[in-house]
């Protein structure tokens, strides 16, 4: 046994500069990630988007490059550790800068919201109280209010910032459960919905699969949901939607109707002020999903499109898709700040009441996180760097992009346009010469160009043709690289092309 009179030496302390909130440690950061982009200059890119090879090949690569799974006894430094994880991500991940990058409605990140995000992770605040990160909710407060000033939700208008889209459409219908429930003269907190009969979720056929998702974690089941028809420009039908009404029983709850501001496949937007109108006129609640529309209110040209979002109860827009915003910069917006009410929460170690009454209070009645970074910095650099004529102008740039990709696709018999672009996808198949095989022929062309690293575009199901057509596979172009040029736009149509005859002629030979 060790004598409590005896000494030990201490450990060597970390240097201050260990640490990333001091002035050494945000210059200790500083001198890491210029050692880090020293060696990402160095680093081989993969020629196109994505690394060329089989995903089995990429990803054993990856691993076998990030050595043995096991932690090591002695750290390998900071230099050593960023320089492995530069030239990992580098060489074996994607590049959503490249011009033939157009697959997801995932964007390059601007410069100056990733050198924003870094600042804010070297201050690790937090958003639930004010002794967690004062400077941080300043910050949400101020973009909260640009944003529900661009939406025209009024001066009372309230959100918060949440990790996804996905997120942000729970936390919507989470106020619109509670909602209907206080109308029902049930405690949904306190009771949960059980007591509310029959709930029902009305939502376009084209609606994101998250409002399913969400029905289900809020206890209402997907069952809940009942999809209304589109119209064909893929835009819920408001007659559909006011017969759905009209015809609920008193024994069914309706909870609220999602309306869609950019349908994730084609951009399309729901008619919302007829909607609103429809959903009002039932006293039930409107939550627009404007994850991927949203931002097309920074461009002039495209704002009109999303006229009666101000109508909306709540509403959901992503800055990490038309925003340029490193993931995750979703936000859930509400016309009524109240609509919080059923997340206060008091706690006696985060906000006491004398506490808050004081003005030591955060935003932990916001959401339904305890801890949250403050993501709301990135965004806010961003808006203040470029405005909204700045940013609208690279939503034009792609917006365009969208339509000369339009034309292309039109002026190429080989190819079928299915959906113009109303905001930056194109939607389009490859025709082939034999019908039964399209749908084959479609996948393996675009699985030939992950292979081949050439190109990353999207894919998607869609009806295509008359009356009793049925979904096919299609290919989509997600265009939100706003420094592509036509001649990109060319050059990915092209690769389509190439790709397509080759699979053509290989699935001719095996079927033979």
């Not at 050593?80 to 409605?105: C, F, K, N």
Request: proline share 7%; aromatic share 4%.
């Amino acid at each position: 046994m060790t004598p409590l009179t005896e000494t030990r030496p201490l450990p060597a302390p970390f240097p201050p500069s260990a640490l990333a909130g001091s002035h050494d440690g945000l210059a200790e950061v500083l001198a890491t990630l210029t050692e880090a982009i020293d060696t990402a200059t160095t680093v081989r890119r993969p020629d196109g988007p994505i690394p060329a090879g089989t995903p089995a090949d990429v990803l054993a690569a990856a691993a076998a490059a990030l050595g043995p799974t096991e932690l090591p006894a002695e750290g390998l430094g900071t230099k050593g550790a960023l320089q492995l994880l530069a030239t990992v991500l580098i060489e074996h991940g994607i590049d959503l800068s490249h011009p033939r990058a157009a697959a997801h409605l995932q964007p390059p990140s601007l410069a100056v919201a990733v050198a924003a995000d870094a600042l804010a992770s070297a201050g690790n605040a937090s958003l639930d109280t004010y002794d967690s990160g004062p400077s941080a909710i300043a910050v949400e407060r101020w973009l909260i209010g640009v944003l529900t000033s661009l939406a025209g939700l009024g001066e009372r208008a309230d959100g918060v910032l949440t990790p996804g889209g996905s997120l942000s459409n729970l936390m919507g219908l989470l106020l619109a459960r509670d909602a209907a429930a206080h109308r029902r003269g049930v405690d949904a907190r306190a009771h949960g919905v059980g007591a509310l009969p029959g709930p029902v979720v009305f939502c376009s056929e084209l609606a994101h699969f998250s409002t399913h998702r969400a029905c289900a974690a809020l206890g209402l089941g997907e069952a809940a949901v009942h999809p209304v028809p589109v119209d064909e420009h893929r835009r819920m039908r408001p007659d559909a939607l006011a017969a759905a009404l009209d015809a609920l029983g008193p024994d069914r709850t309706p909870v609220a109707v999602v309306a869609t501001a950019g349908t994730t496949d084609f951009g399309s937007i729901d008619p919302l002020p007829q909607i609103a109108e429809i959903a009002a006129g039932h006293g039930v609640w409107m939550h627009v999903d404007a994850a991927y529309g949203f931002g097309a209110l920074f461009s002039r040209r495209l704002a009109t499109r999303l006229a009666g979002l101000e109508l909306a109860d709540s509403l959901t827009l992503d800055l990490h898709k038309i925003g340029w915003q490193p993931a995750a910069t979703s936000v859930l917006l509400v016309s009524d700040p109240t609509a919080f009410t059923s997340l206060d929460r008091e706690v006696a170690y985060l906000n006491p009441v004398d506490d808050s009454e004081a003005g030591y209070d955060g935003l932990l009645g916001r959401s339904l996180q305890t801890t949250r970074r403050p993501d709301a910095v990135k965004a806010a650099a961003t808006l203040l760097a470029y405005g909204r004529t700045g940013i609208g102008r690279m939503v034009d740039a792609c917006h365009d992009l969208a339509r000369h990709a339009e034309r292309r696709i039109l002026a190429e018999p080989e190819l079928e346009l299915v959906a113009p672009a109303e905001l930056t996808t194109v939607v389009f198949r490859y025709r082939g010469r034999d019908e039964s095989l399209a749908d084959d022929l479609n996948g393996a062309l675009r699985r030939r160009l992950l292979e081949s690293g050439t190109a990353l575009i999207g894919r998607t199901e869609a009806v295509t043709g008359g009356p009793g057509s049925r979904k096919r596979v299609c290919l989509k172009f997600t265009l939100l690289n706003p420094t592509a040029t036509t001649d990109d736009i060319d050059g990915l149509v092209d690769s389509v092309l190439d790709a397509g005859r080759t699979c053509e002629r290989l699935i001719e030979e095996g079927a033979a």
